[in-house]
């Protein structure tokens, strides 16, 4: 195979997102074919320069096949919509029926969040384990601002070890799920900016005190709606096929509920405040694809093979 | 030609279950029998031609298997189901159904309307 060939199906394999169980299978039937066609093309009389260009024409252009395979897929079970939602509608249980305040149910919650995500993570990565990897990240983010509780020259210790460990872990976690699809990222960050709407709703000065306990009453069914809403948006993000859809569905639902968590605060939805999570939340959506393209900046993907542009003939 | 493509992409379901039905084949062996069938009138990006294959395999519509060949390369054969069988005697109907309403208007001499 001719490094033309080479760089065309891997181009196709960069674009096309498949999970590592189907990426080989598909790969090596592509290239089953580019070789069949080169040997007839060959036994035809063509040049190897004219039957590889022969043969990518008739193959079709990058974009086009990628987006198919991508579609074809990219659709995921009902069991997949099951398991990729129940993370969020959890959470949101947890507030609907007041039980965020008993440690046993939080200790119950955060057992089953740590213990699927590390199943999920080490079976392949499936697209439903995001959804709970990014409560997975929550206990590392909790325990970050107990520290800021410590007494003085402990905040320091924490400020000079902790700290840094954290953000290196939620790094790397953060570059190898966009390695795999930038919008797993989005997907797995996206409850983040309505974590900090609420926790700025509910401790306006930053600090989590008395009044924030009886906040977090008064706010709860309010908090649980918009986990719920999460739920039903991953749910109908692991069903849809395309991705221009996939990534409209976050970004809308997310805004959305970040509104949800904005309004029934504040009771407007200009409120300077809220200026944080809404940067946080459009940073969810831009950063992945962005860090993705930095990573895949490395790779060789010739410009004459990324989009030719041209529709099948028939 | 656009007309012609979106009326291929209306029946390729139905064209690779019809191909499919007769004997288990691998896509270059389709594209080929498709184009030799059609004398010549079925020619599209032959790379296309997958991730259809892989859509009415998730669907369960047909099936597939490698096969290793004596000169030692792999290709991956596909066949039809019998979802697939029950698939395409709807489909075939309903295009016949079409292909009559159709005829009638375009030739009503042949009709004997």
Redesign the interface.
């Known amino acids: 195979m001719t490094q033309e060939l080479s760089e065309y199906l891997e181009s196709i394999k960069s674009k096309a997102r498949l999970d590592y169980s189907d990426e080989p299978g598909v790969m090596s039937e592509l290239e089953a074919h580019i070789e069949d066609k080169l040997q007839e093309l060959t036994e035809a009389g063509f040049t190897e320069e004219e039957a590889v260009r022969t043969c990518l024409w008739e193959m079709g252009s990058i974009k086009s096949i990628a987006r198919q395979m991508y579609e074809a897929y990219s659709q995921g079970s009902w069991k997949q919509v099951l398991l990729a939602s129940m993370p969020h509608f959890l959470f949101g249980l947890l507030f609907v029926l007041d039980w965020w305040h008993y440690p046993s149910w939080l200790s119950i919650a955060l057992i089953l969040i740590l213990a699927t995500t590390f199943y999920g993570w080490c079976h392949g990565k499936p697209a439903w384990v995001f959804s709970w990897l990014g409560y997975s990240l929550l206990p590392v983010v909790v325990v970050g601002l107990l520290l800021l509780y410590l007494p003085k020259g402990w905040s320091f210790m924490a400020l000079l070890v902790y700290y840094p460990l954290a953000l290196w872990w939620l790094l790397r976690v953060i570059v190898q799920t966009t390695r795999k699809d930038w919008l797993f990222s989005s997907l797995m960050l996206l409850p983040v900016p309505i974590i900090i709407g609420w926790f700025l709703t509910i401790s306006p000065s930053g600090k989590f005190n008395e009044d924030s306990m009886e906040r977090v009453y008064y706010y709860a069914p309010w908090i649980g709606l918009s986990f719920m809403v999460l739920a039903l948006t991953i749910a109908a993000f692991i069903r849809l096929r395309q991705r221009w859809l996939r990534i409209s569905l976050l970004a809308i639902s997310g805004l959305l509920t970040l509104g949800v968590a904005v309004y029934s605060a504040t009771g407007r939805l200009n409120n300077p405040a809220f200026l944080a999570p809404v940067l946080v939340m459009w940073g969810v959506l831009l950063i992945p694809p962005l860090l993705e393209r930095q990573l895949k900046n490395g790779r060789i993907i010739p410009r004459r093979h990324r989009d030719t542009g041209f529709l099948p003939t028939v | ?2 007309p ?2 979106d009326l ?1 992409k209306g029946s390729s379901n139905s064209l690779l279950l019809s191909l499919l039905e007769q004997q288990p084949m ?3 062996q389709i594209v080929k029998e498709l184009e030799a069938r059609s004398q010549g ?8 031609l ?3 294959l ?2 009415l395999e ?1 669907s369960g519509l047909i099936s597939s298997k ?1 096969q290793m060949l004596s000169n030692g ?4 054969y596909y066949s039809i189901t019998a979802k697939g069988q029950a698939k395409l005697v709807q489909e075939k109907t309903q295009w016949l159904d079409f292909f009559t309403a159709v005829s009638l208007i375009l030739q009503p001499e042949k009709s004997g309307i």
């Open positions: 030609m656009e012609k493509r291929f691998y896509g270059y009138y079925f020619k599209f990006k032959e790379g296309t997958y991730p259809a892989h859509r998730k490698w390369r792999q290709r991956r």
